[in-house]
Structures are given as structure tokens and as C-alpha cells.
């Protein structure tokens, strides 16, 4: 993980540890921090939520279910089908994260227990 903090443009570092501090308030205390994909994740038995750093924004990957759940919350944000930018120059929403974090948690824990 440090190598890829390392990498990130210094204008979103500090936006990309509240993204992660965030996110790791919302996943349960045994998730892992890892990299899938290239890019950070928090994982259980599965990757739960990926999330990443670039020049103009920091993106959370929490599946294009969930996305679709917060569409009306998410109309002010950059998405696609499973990604959700949030531009530096904006305030991080961190308790729409949060939430967002915690409803992919139980789409996880409902597709596991089937």
C-alpha cells in the first residue's frame, strides 16, 4: 500500500487518506487493505469496496448495484457503471460514503448467505 500511496500526485494524497480513513470506518474490523486490480481494496471472504487516486479526483469502485441504489444521492458526482469520482475540489461527502460502503457490505453479506 505504500508504494501506491507513494505514487499518487501530491494534490490528492491528502483526499485519498480521508477516502481511505472512510472507508475504513465503514467496513467491518477484520476487512483487509489490499491490492486488487492495481488499486486499493477492502476485502472479507471477497473484495468488498476498490477505491483510487488520480490527478483531479479520487474514485470509490463499490459495484454498479449499489451505485444504482444512490443514483438520486450520487446526481451531483461523476459515475459510470461501477465507479463514483469525487473531484478534489469538492468536499468529500463522507457520510454518503459511509453509507454507500455499508450498503455494498450487505450486498456482500446477502449474496453469500444464498
Same mark, same amino acid.
Not at 477516502?19 to 477484520?30: E, N
Not at 468488498?48 to 443514483?71: M, Q
Not at 459510470?80 to 473531484?87: E, L, R, V
Given at each position: 500500500?505504500?508504494? +501506491?500511496?507513494?505514487? !499518487? ?17 465503514? *467496513? ?7 491490492? $486488487? +486490480?492495481?488499486? =486499493? ?7 468488498? *469496496? ?8 479520487? $474514485? ?5 448495484? *449499489? ?10 458526482? $461523476?459515475?459510470?457503471?461501477?465507479? !463514483?469520482?469525487? &473531484?478534489?475540489?469538492? &468536499?468529500? =461527502? ?6 454507500? *460502503?455499508? $450498503? ?11
Amino acid at each position: 500500500m505504500e508504494e +501506491y500511496i507513494a505514487r !499518487i500526485p501530491q494534490a490528492a494524497r491528502g483526499r485519498f487518506l480521508k477516502l481511505r480513513a472512510t472507508i475504513r470506518s465503514a *467496513v467491518p474490523t477484520d476487512a483487509i487493505e489490499t491490492i $486488487s +486490480y492495481g488499486i =486499493p481494496a477492502f476485502r472479507g471472504d471477497k473484495v468488498l *469496496v476498490w477505491f483510487a487516486a488520480f490527478a483531479d479526483h479520487c $474514485s470509490l469502485f463499490p459495484t454498479a448495484a *449499489v451505485i444504482d441504489a444512490f443514483r438520486d444521492e450520487l446526481k451531483n458526482f $461523476s459515475t459510470s457503471k461501477g465507479t !463514483i469520482h469525487f &473531484p478534489l475540489h469538492k &468536499p468529500l =461527502p463522507t457520510k454518503l460514503i459511509r453509507r454507500i *460502503v455499508k $450498503s455494498r457490505i450487505a450486498q456482500e453479506k446477502a449474496a453469500t448467505s444464498k
